[in-house]
């Protein structure tokens, strides 16, 4: 069962950067592609990027230019590099599988954009 710990949120500015991590350990965790989700106030839990096992890349439209997923396989580490932050990106971000089955879902790391 693969575990899912979620780091590197917090409170900025708008336009300013933050960088996130998420570290997965046991089970099968390379050859999935992995996701970012965000979850705003009192809405559902949305994919904002997907990275694939061999580093492909896709992006809600909302955040394309602005965010880059990466994944280090060697550490079983996954990233989301942040910039030009808005007051929209504020949510709870977690990191999961792409598609079914999904690892449980940790307690996510809290972004705020507010000036």
């Known amino acids: 069962q693969v575990q899912l710990v979620e780091s590197g949120g917090g409170l900025v500015q708008p336009g300013e950067s933050l960088r996130l991590s998420c570290a997965a350990s046991g089970g099968t965790f390379s050859v999935r592609t992995m996701g970012w989700y965000r979850q705003a106030p009192g809405k559902q839990r949305e994919l904002v990027a997907e990275v694939s096992s061999g580093g492909s890349t896709n992006y809600k439209e909302s955040v394309k230019g602005r965010f880059t997923i990466s994944r280090d396989g060697a550490k079983n580490t996954v990233f989301l590099q942040m910039n030009s932050l808005k007051p929209e990106d504020t949510g709870v971000y977690y990191c999961?599988?792409?598609?079914?089955?999904?690892?449980?879902w940790g307690q996510g790391t809290q972004v705020t954009i507010s000036s």
């Open positions: 999961n599988f792409r598609v079914p089955p999904f690892a449980s």
